[in-house]
């Protein structure tokens, strides 16, 4: 049965500012931190607010309070996390934050203030209009590194799961860029290869694949070993705009302004299955295909479930076994979608610079699931076919029984 996602609690920028077309006002990118206790906003006119996860009560709803802070202090006498506002100077595209915590980081806390002791920080990069990429330190909203390279917009970020603090940036200027922060953010590596604005940039959980999506037909995915490329993936009809791998990083999915999300396995490059936003019986009325272009799409954190935003005004859940979408909600001028990092919420945001929190089916996994989820985070789909087991589990476990 269908069900319908409720909208759990709206955030609006404040004021608008002047009308200026330097600091236009959309929400590009949302992120959660790893551990669930940050979310980063970028609200538009320059500014990205990092507020503590839960919300504070007067944002949600009654009956809705997630774990609520129920004291304002832990055990050690800090005082309860408060929220932040980080003025890039520039208009802000991507988000990321680092895994936490990370060792590696207090070497970079340790240069930059020497006089702190061991202290393992949370980051955040921020990618702008100009092409940096400025790095700020979470608990304090102190800037800690400014990244130069990029010569256009940095549309999209993503770190490395493993904590090592390797960043990868996606930019209009046609090319990712690698950046380790552990050397002060030194660029290691320029990945060319896009012929078009790169606009989105994934690495697999496993840290061994990156997927990069420009305004092209097809999508790269390369190496995250020796950044070099492995493979094309060629299947879309118009620009792929999203792209996300799944938990155990058997399964990647692409978004396409052509109106579909297509599911491949990264390792033999075979197109697992699409799933259509517009059915052929509509594309009669929906000559204007561009109403139900992609925006954007993401895995839920237990990898059974995919949010699809799309600019027919819908917000769409999936089960990775159907065809058709579970759920539905209404949302105009969405964006961008993520997943909270331990399930149950997905955050959107639009070009009115608004961010909006809806519930997401909460599940638990069957036994079958986890053992899949567990054997695929380190055996390629090569791995397990050359396994002495029943072709039925090998279609399991490749996902190839849908």
Known sequence: PQEVPLLLAELKPGRPHQFDWKSSCETWSVAFSPDGSWFAWSQGHCI???????????????????????????????????????????????????????????????????QALDFSCLILATGLNDGQIKIW???????????????????????????????????????????????????????????????????????????SAAGEKSVLLWSMRSYTLIRKLEGHQSSVVSCDFSPDSALLVTASYDTSVIM?????????????????????????????????????????????????????????????????????????CTFFPHGGIIATGTRDGHVQFWTAPRVLSSLKHLCRKALRSFLTTYQVLALPIPKKMKEFLTYRTF
């Open 137 to 211: 330190e979470v608990q304090t909203g102190r800037l800690l590194l400014n990244l130069s390279g990029h010569q256009d917009v940095v549309r999209d970020l993503s770190f490395t799961p493993n904590g090592n603090l390797i960043l990868v940036s996606a930019s209009r200027d046609k090319t990712l860029r690698i950046w380790d922060l552990n050397k002060d953010g030194k660029q290691i590596q320029v990945l060319s290869g896009h012929l078009q604005w790169v606009y989105c940039c994934s690495i697999s959980p496993d840290c061994s694949m990156l997927c």
């Open 264 to 336: 491949w396995d990264p390792y033999t490059g075979e197109k697992l299955r699409t799933l259509q936003h517009v059915l052929d019986s509509q594309l009669d009325y929906a000559r204007d295909v561009h109403a139900s272009s992609l925006r954007s799409v993401r895995f839920s954190p237990e990898g059974l479930y995919l949010a699809t935003v799309a600019d027919d005004r819908l917000l769409r859940i999936w089960a990775l076994e159907l065809r058709t979408p579970v759920a539905f909600a209404p949302m105009t001028n969405g964006l961008c």
């Open 48 to 114: 990205v607010k990092l507020i503590p996860w839960p919300l504070e009560e007067q944002f949600v709803p009654r009956g809705f309070e997630a774990k609520s802070r129920t004291s304002k202090t832990d055990p050690k006498g800090r005082s309860s996390p408060k929220e932040k506002t980080l003025d890039c100077g520039q208009i802000v595209w991507g988000l990321a934050f680092s895994p936490w915590p990370s060792p590696p980081s207090r070497k970079l806390w340790a240069r930059v203030y020497p």
